[in-house]
Each structure stands twice: as C-alpha cells, then as structure tokens.
C-alpha cells in the first residue's frame, strides 16, 4: 500500500480498487466512438510545442489547426484525436461559489481525447468514468474550477443527461502560498498522526482550510456529506 493509500484508510476513507487507467481501456474506446459515430471527432498531428494557441485567450486555446485537415486517426499511428466543441455558453452552479456561464470553445478550443501516444486525456478520462459510475457529485480544488465547463459540454456529448453537482474548494496551501504537492501533503499527515492529532481532527481541519465549514470540529468520513 503506497504512502497514500495508507493515509486515506488512517483517515477513514475507502475506495474502489480498480485503476483509472488500464481498466478503464475498453470504456474510453466506447465512448470515443460514440463521438467519432457523431462526427465530432479529427485526427491532430500537432505536437505540444507546436499548437498553435490564441495568444489573446487567458489559457492555451487550441486554433483548430488540425480541424479540416482530413487527418485519419488510429491508434499507434502517432495521432492525436480531437474532439470537437461547438461554441456554446455553458451555464452551471459551484455549490459554493454561484452560478458560472463558460464558453469552453473559446477557452480551450477542440479538446484532446487521446494523445499521440495513445495516452487518455484527464479531461475526457474523468467524464466517461463519472459517467459510467453514476457520479453525481464532484468536490475539488479551485485549480480545476475552468474545467468544469468543457467536461459538462463533453457529457452532453457522450449522453450525460444532467450533469453532476459541483464544489470546488480552496487549495491547500504550504506556509510560502505554494498549493501543496501530494508527497507534502502526506508528510503533513504523518507528522499530525505521530504528534497524536486524531483523524477526525485532522479530517475538520482539512474541511475547515478549504472553506467547507465555518470552523474546525471533529468529523468522520460518514458524515462527510452532511456538509453539503
Ligand atoms: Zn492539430
């Protein structure tokens, strides 16, 4: 059991034992070709330091330089494939932040499904499988609040009907006001634990600095989401 693996079960918390990755191969595939059968899908040869990007959009915005190209995607072949996004106001509500409205295409422009060497993208990877697996509650870091747009407009496209409630919390931050990398993270939990701080302590503290509670209390993981 990895380091943290083994600070979730101190925690409290259980999960599913299958990987995102390799098990998951044959729903990507399906999925993928339940866009590739809508026609919303190209091939993209463009290599990540080439992308041609809308130097004005506040991230890297894919032009669609590959769009109308004709380029035939398999995998092993070195091709990327895109997805296409028409552009379309995205309207959603942070269960703490409000309402937001997006428009992903000229956010991020076409997405990436699957890169050239075959790898799954996060954006696409995190759809389908809260799609298969009836997830209808996200919680995650403001790190991650743009995306949000994009993956409810890719849903719609591969059949979501209503797509999942979101929180997104602040980030935690180490004393410089660097967001915390994982290894920190489970450094910090280690040196709690051996100073004999309780998991449920800890767990309020946790929900406390990411803005979910107003101040810290002792929580279990089952009562996790009565905070909500
Ligand atoms: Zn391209």
New binding site residues.
Partial sequence: MDAIREDLAWLGFGWDEESRQSAHETRFEKFLDVLAGQGQTYG???SRKLIQVDQGATESRYLG??KNAGIAWSSGQGIGVRTILAPQMVCWNDMRLGDFTHNPQEQCGDILVRDRLDQWTYQFAVVVDDLVENVDLVIRGMDLLDSTARQIQLGQLLGRNSPPSYLHHPLLLDPNGNKLSKRQLSKSIRTERAEGVSANSLLGEVCFQGGLIPKPIQIEVPDLHTLF
Avoid: E, W
């Fill in positions: 993209c040869t463009c330089t590959c």
